[in-house]
């Protein structure tokens, strides 16, 4: 066992979790001499969405949305080094087109937190404590059996969301019934079954039905897609329509009152949560060459359809309890293997039990934020908690949007040093969302 290295000074941050946004944050402050950070992560390395690396999968946003470019084009871990440090910009140029496959999205990334010295991977933080005579937090992290407690100024939340599982759809095996998140963990059982039914109709459903779809006559099962949706709609990918992932429209979300806030994320899922074109069209040109000829495929799509619940069959198999919900007429749908696209949920991280009272929560027990993304306190301390995590309700859908990330970070940084770092204006944007006095 290698023994943990001793941290024997007080840190000016440290970063807990290591997904995409507290790396790019890693990256901007990697050659600064103004704040001493480290990060730490559970996992052994740097691993995104690993369940859902499908191969000709393609990020939802452009390359520039890289870890650093949008605050610093010269930076040396943006995405255009890396493709110069791997022989590959020719490559790309001849690709033409914006997006990176996100299989290589998650390469790039591993290449850049392999560099850098400030982030400890196989490090899980198992509390977070507030001493207040010394005016600093205690990190206590465990590495293969060591322990260590790490002292820091300043916190950055970047747990990241978790896999949401519906009551209904737990206890059953996991290969039988899984998430999205775990398909290429057990793509091989849905190649072996007789039926795959999957269930919700988002971007993941659709790249996890549209893989199924194409291995369907070589495998021999039947596959069948519900979603309780009205359709299959697709994605707000209009140039107009993204300019809602701008630091203008989250400024101006922010300035609303929280409760104009809460009603209105609600009615723009379509602006992150719907399908893509490109991902919706492969599907239907694969179930049209499917029907040449008048071939039957046996597959089925069926929106307007709630599942109300599942329950195992004598054979092993299980059944979905259904509903058309325009209809108002139950049905069941028998399945070998059901493959649930039901979303994630914000990350409660443990850890944070014990710092708990001293921060701020509204009445539905959410993290009061403010805008440079720190959780407000009950009382003022020199310390702050900065959050990427558990924020769509005080910074709308931008929240998980890797092209906001480096805005995020250059204010986290900006806060972090007192000073303007990276400045940060307005004005991105053609439209107008709010009247200005």
Known sequence: MTKMEPFDKVYDVIGVGIGPFNLGLACLLDKSSEVDALFFEKKSHFDWHPGMLIEGTMLQVPFMADLVTMADPTNPYSYLNYLKEHNRIYNFYFLQRLNMPRNEYNHYCQWAASQLESCRFGHCVEAVRYNEAEEWFEVEVVSEGEQAIVKTKDLVLGVGTVPF????FRGYPEEDVFHTSEFLSHRN????????????????????????????????YSLDWLTRSKSY?????????????????????YSLPQEKRDEIFPTQDLLYKGISAHTITDIYDLLYEHTVGGKSMDVRLKPLTKVNGITRNEDGTYRLHCMQWQQEKAFVQDSEVVVIATGYRPNTPAFMEEVNAMLCKDDK????????YQIKMKKAVRNRIFSHTAISHSHGVGTTNLGLAVYRNKLIINGLTGKNIYPVDE???FQQFRVEE
């Open 233 to 253: 709609f697709p994605m707000e990918e209009t140039k107009l329509s993204l300019e809602h992932f701008s630091p203008d429209y989250v400024n101006y979300f």
């Open 165 to 168: 599982v519906p009551e209904s």
């Open 427 to 429: 004005d991105h944007v």
């Open 189 to 220: 059982r849905c190649r072996k079954a007789k039926s795959v039914t999957v269930v919700g109709s988002g971007q993941s459903a659709a790249e996890v039905f549209r893989e199924l779809l194409k291995e369907k006559d070589e495998c021999g």
């Open 365 to 372: 027990g959410r993290y009061e934020i403010t805008q440079d």
